[in-house]
């Protein structure tokens, strides 16, 4: 079966400092993969999502980045963090070319507060 | 890309049907609907999923008309426990190429 790990899953950090979120998909390959950033009590909101190795989408601009160095494997990164990054960061995951019954699955989520 | 809408809140009594009804308005042929549940802390999680017409499985109902331009989530007989964020989500799951936005979600309440 599929399963989707997420780490770390609680982060405070300094503003300035980088971050690096870690996300990594077993038992299926070529999956889409997407960040979400979830502000309390808001909604979720696409940071970015992939297609492929190396293959990344931007949805909003900000000073986060992503990279997918390999096909089960999603990283969110930030050279210097702001206070308006702190939020829930979810990883998630999709399979292509299937119709009915495809879903998209959550990590478990990362709390990240900056300070 | 297909946007939708959705009531920002709604409140209910224990052991009433609750209907969330969702606008898409331009969604795609290929489009499908998908309606999740949140929880605080918690990833969303799937409900139900539909194209057209009517899908039912053991936790809701997905109500889709002809033109597929609105579709409504119906829970039978909620508890305590379904009060949570209900997202409807509208995209391309054949291809895959479209990115997956979900809207703002409808946050319902259950009352005792």
């Known amino acids: 079966s599929q399963t989707i790990h997420q780490w770390p899953a609680t982060l405070v950090q300094p503003v300035g400092s980088p971050l690096s979120l870690e996300c990594t998909v077993e038992?299926?390959?070529?999956?889409?993969l997407y960040w979400y950033r979830q502000a309390a009590g808001r909604g979720l909101q696409l940071l970015f999502y992939?297609?492929?190795?190396?293959?990344i989408s931007s949805e909003v601009p900000q000073n986060l980045s992503a990279s997918r160095p390999q096909d089960r494997q999603f990283i969110l990164s930030s050279k210097k963090l702001l206070l308006s990054d702190s939020g829930f960061y979810l990883c998630?995951?999709?399979?292509?070319?299937?119709?009915?019954?495809?879903?998209?699955?959550f990590g478990e989520g990362s709390w990240l507060t900056v300070v | 890309l297909a946007k939708t809408t959705q009531p920002i809140s709604m409140d209910s009594y224990e052991g009433q049907e609750v209907n969330i009804t969702c606008s898409h308005n331009?969604?795609?042929?290929?489009?499908?609907i998908t309606w999740y549940q949140q929880f605080p802390s918690q990833g969303p999680r799937f409900i139900i999923q539909?194209?057209?017409t009517k899908v039912t499985n053991e936790v809701a109902s997905l109500f889709i008309p002809a033109d597929r331009k609105s579709s409504t989530l119906s829970l039978p007989r909620v508890s305590l426990s379904d009060t949570a964020v209900y997202y409807c989500?509208?995209?391309?799951?054949?291809?895959?190429?479209?990115?997956?936005?979900f809207g703002k979600g409808t946050r319902l309440s259950v009352i005792a």
């Open positions: 998630a995951w999709s399979v292509r070319g299937t119709a009915s019954g495809n879903t998209i699955y």
């Open positions: 038992g299926t390959s070529n999956p889409n």
């Open positions: 992939s297609v492929g190795i190396g293959q």
């Open positions: 331009n969604i795609a042929t290929n489009d499908y």
């Open positions: 539909g194209y057209k």
């Open positions: 989500l509208v995209g391309d799951l054949i291809s895959g190429n479209t990115p997956l936005v």
